[in-house]
């Protein structure tokens, strides 16, 4: 997912979406830890989408502040 699909999501969809990587993040840190991670950059990628869903919901809240 690139930041304009993310712009284009509401601020509730993102915060599922940022609560989907996060359980990803933690299941593959559980995989790491067992020794059955097979791909780790999948860890770093789903670590910097969390980021940018992240930055996106702060971009969102800082508009509407400024709005009100």
């Known amino acids: 997912m690139n930041a304009n699909e993310l712009r284009?999501?509401?601020?509730?969809?993102?915060?599922?979406?940022?609560?989907?990587?996060?359980?990803?993040?933690?299941?593959?840190?559980?995989?790491?830890?067992?020794?059955?991670?097979?791909?780790?950059?999948?860890m770093r990628a789903a670590r910097r989408e969390a980021a940018r869903v992240k930055t996106i919901l702060n971009e969102k809240a800082a508009a509407a502040a400024s709005e009100a």
């Open 8 to 42: 284009d999501k509401t601020p509730d969809e993102l915060k599922e979406a940022l609560s989907t990587l996060k359980k990803e993040s933690f299941n593959l840190r559980f995989q790491q830890a067992t020794g059955q991670l097979e791909s780790t950059t999948r």
